[in-house]
């Protein structure tokens, strides 16, 4: 390529990524703002948002209960995941092509459609409301993540050795158990932490089941936008960014998850 050439797809690849991080290098600068209202660029270097956000108590609540819920729903979903996965791979199970589309189905299907029809099927429930009805709607919809990596994973699978287990002695579950199951963990582990990301950042599906007392930081944030306009969430965006790409960093240095992507 012709020097002049690579000179522009550099810039055009400068300016792609500028664009997607773009919301993320202005959220950052705009958290150290000490004023009431939104403004870019920050008029003064202060600590006066990250402050705010230490004192407040529906943050932290909300927060809590953000962390509790994308906990539960995480092992849930890993352990939908890792059934679903060894049935659609390892399984005689009949259309078995259809069911791992079903399976990845909460990705295809607009949320605003799986909210309505968890509303409809939780209310006789008495869901709505309770966190154990949040938790069940993300463990759906973050399970096609765990799914998704862990078929891969396994149709890449070195069966030899499970094979050589049973052909020695050892029974299908002590088989699974200390041969197959410790060379699915990286990939166990790397589906629930993008499943779990993804829980914290749920909005469309929980507010359709969401009230007074459970309220999730996505829907703190947005209610602290539309209704009072306090920029005490961009601290909070601050701090989830930040975290957030700590995690993907160390998860990458740890299991390599952009293998699994890449299957």
């Known amino acids: 390529m012709r020097p002049k050439w690579r000179g522009l797809v550099y810039l055009y690849i400068l300016a792609v990524v500028l664009f997607i991080l773009g919301p993320v290098l202005i959220i950052i600068p705009q958290s150290f703002s000490g004023g009431d209202m939104f403004s870019f660029p920050p008029d003064d270097f202060t600590w006066k948002q990250y402050e705010a956000l230490a004192e407040d108590e529906r943050i932290h609540s909300s927060l809590w209960l953000s962390l509790s819920i994308g906990a539960a729903s995480t092992c849930l979903a890993g352990l ?73 994973t396994l149709r890449h699978f070195d069966h030899v050795q499970e094979e050589a287990a049973i052909v020695h002695g050892a029974d299908s579950w002590y088989a699974f158990r200390t041969v ?59 701090v989830t960014v930040i975290v957030s790409f700590v995690l993907i960093v160390l998860l990458e240095k740890r299991f390599k998850i952009h293998k699994y992507l890449e299957m």
């Open 80 to 152: 939908i995941g890792l059934c679903a996965a060894l049935g659609i791979v390892k399984g005689n199970l009949p259309g078995k092509n259809l069911l791992e589309s079903l399976f990845l189905g909460p990705l295809i299907v607009p949320l605003v459609t799986t909210g309505i029809g968890f509303l409809i099927i939780f209310v006789p429930l008495g869901l709505v409301g309770s966190p154990l009805g949040i938790v069940l709607a993300h463990s759906i919809i973050i399970s096609p993540y765990v799914v998704r990596i862990l078929i891969a």
């Open 180 to 238: 197959v199951l410790p060379q699915l963990l990286p990939a166990l582990i790397s589906g629930a932490i993008l499943a779990f990301l993804v829980s914290l950042d749920e909005y469309t599906v929980t507010i359709f089941l969401a009230q007074a007392d459970t309220v999730t930081i996505p829907i703190r944030i947005y209610q602290y936008v539309a209704m009072d306009i306090n920029p005490v969430v961009t601290a909070l965006a601050s």
